[in-house]
């Protein structure tokens, strides 16, 4: 070996321990007494479902999601590209779809954004009724569904539309805020 090449072997060597002692990351390193910083626990899940009711199992629900995540046990689960199927004791069959939302893991709350749009299948043959909104929060335990942005309703033929709505989807129920204006089609 020459002294070059000795030399050569030298410096590649101190630069190989330099790189090396220089990518130790000692930020997580706990000082004595120091309590260590908490493991976060979490998960996500892709092509989820989940499925809920009620304890009186008037309604019963199912959400698939292209993806479902929490970050902390009893923290929201944050949901995308969902879909709703949700069904009444009469038989009432809806059906949401939205980009995201949040659902509440204790209360099964779920606060829906991102071109939401909820279709009521009437088990009779009826009218199909359709709603659209920016947002939509749905309280199954209490079959509610709400929104404070403007809403558009699809009855048949005639269109309605409003700044905010509560709905009873048990009852049929519907309940607009204010600027209601629509066209009625026979």
């Known amino acids: 070996m020459t002294v070059r090449n000795a030399l050569l072997l030298v410096i590649l060597t101190a630069i190989a321990v330099i790189a090396w002692y220089a990518g130790i990351d000692d930020t997580n ?7 260590p910083p908490p493991i976060q626990s979490g998960y996500y899940v892709l092509d989820a479902v989940i499925y809920g009711g009620r304890s009186d199992t008037r309604g019963v629900f199912e959400i698939t999601a292209a993806q479902a995540q929490q970050s902390m046990r009893g923290e929201p689960i944050l949901l995308t590209d969902i879909e709703i199927r949700y069904a009444t004791d009469d038989e009432q069959r809806w059906h949401i ?12 709350k779920l606060e829906m954004a991102g071109n939401v749009v909820a279709t009521r299948m009437p088990a009779d043959g009826g009218v199909t009724f ?18 404070d942005a403007n809403v558009e309703f699809l009855i048949g033929r005639s ?19 204010s600027n209601v204006r629509g066209q009625y089609t026979p």
């Open 130 to 147: 359709s709603m659209k909104t920016e947002a939509l929060a749905f309280d199954p335990a209490s079959d509610v569904v709400m929104t």
């Open 97 to 108: 779809e939205a980009r995201t939302a949040a659902l509440e893991e204790a209360t099964q």
């Open 29 to 35: 390193d706990v000082a004595d007494g120091d309590t």
């Open 159 to 177: 269109r309605l539309e409003a700044l905010g709505m509560r709905a009873t989807l048990s009852e049929d129920t519907i309940n607009l805020r």
